[in-house]
């Protein structure tokens, strides 16, 4: 089982849960009952789901097309299921914004000389379907949340270590990185923002294994414990 972010009014959780063909597939939790609704079932891999701000849709990734990964939008109301990405690169961690119209991901470009992966951040307008790219370099950049704001985005890279470790960045609309918010020889990585843009959370093997952490955030920049 993996993902499971609540729905904005918090009565459902969506996971991505293991069937019988030793596959996931996405199922909604209702809290309340503890009844799990198949969403868009398929025989193939669909896993980390997430919401749309108002609840209406749920994202997720499916390679039940041609076996490749790319990015659904279901609606609940109509269980109508639209593929938003058709890229045969692997397309995954699907996030809205906090107005619903764009979502960001990213997409893995290839692979290094020296080990490792190429991914990039991009932005698809759900409206028009235009998808743009927002960083191009050989590296890992990856897992992005968007910021209360709307335009910023809190991300994993590798671009200054070793590839396969990753600490957390900020990216401004245009593009650039605006701050640094971790700094060490390990992996940061599946960072999300808190609505109040207090905290950011993200996973981390800093200890060894994997644990849930967070910083404490003034605006785009983090604050040192010894500072607060």
């Known amino acids: 089982t993996n993902s499971g972010p609540y729905s904005p009014d918090g009565r459902f959780n969506v996971v991505a849960q293991a ?8 199922f909604e939790y209702e809290r309340a009952t503890g009844e ?8 193939d891999w669909d896993w980390l ?16 097309v041609e076996g490749q990964s790319d990015i659904h939008l279901y609606e609940k109301s ?8 058709e890229d ?4 995954a961690h699907a996030q809205f914004s906090r107005d619903g119209k764009r979502i960001v991901y990213h997409r893995q470009q290839g692979t290094r000389d020296e080990g490792g992966y190429i991914f990039d951040l991009f932005v698809y307008d759900i409206d028009t379907g235009q998808t743009t790219q927002l960083t191009d370099g050989d590296y890992e950049e ?20 070793k590839h396969g470790k990753h600490n957390l960045y900020v990216l401004a609309p245009n593009g650039e990185t605006t701050s640094r918010l971790t700094q060490g020889d390990w992996k940061d990585w599946y960072s999300f923002w808190s609505r109040d843009g207090k905290f950011i959370y993200f996973n981390s093997d800093r200890a060894g294994v994997t644990n849930v952490y967070r910083v404490l955030m003034d605006k785009l920049e983090c604050v040192r414990e010894d500072e607060r």
């Open 49 to 64: 789901p997430s919401y749309s701000p108002d609840g209406r849709f749920i994202l997720f990734n499916s390679d039940r």
């Open 19 to 26: 069937t019988d063909n030793g596959k996931t597939d996405i």
């Open 36 to 43: 799990l609704r198949p969403v868009a079932s398929h025989e």
């Open 88 to 91: 045969p690169r692997y397309d």
């Open 78 to 85: 109509t269980g109508t299921l639209r593929r938003l990405t």
């Open 142 to 161: 990856s897992y992005p949340a968007w910021a209360p704001d709307g335009r910023h985005i809190v991300y994993s890279s590798d671009i200054n270590g």
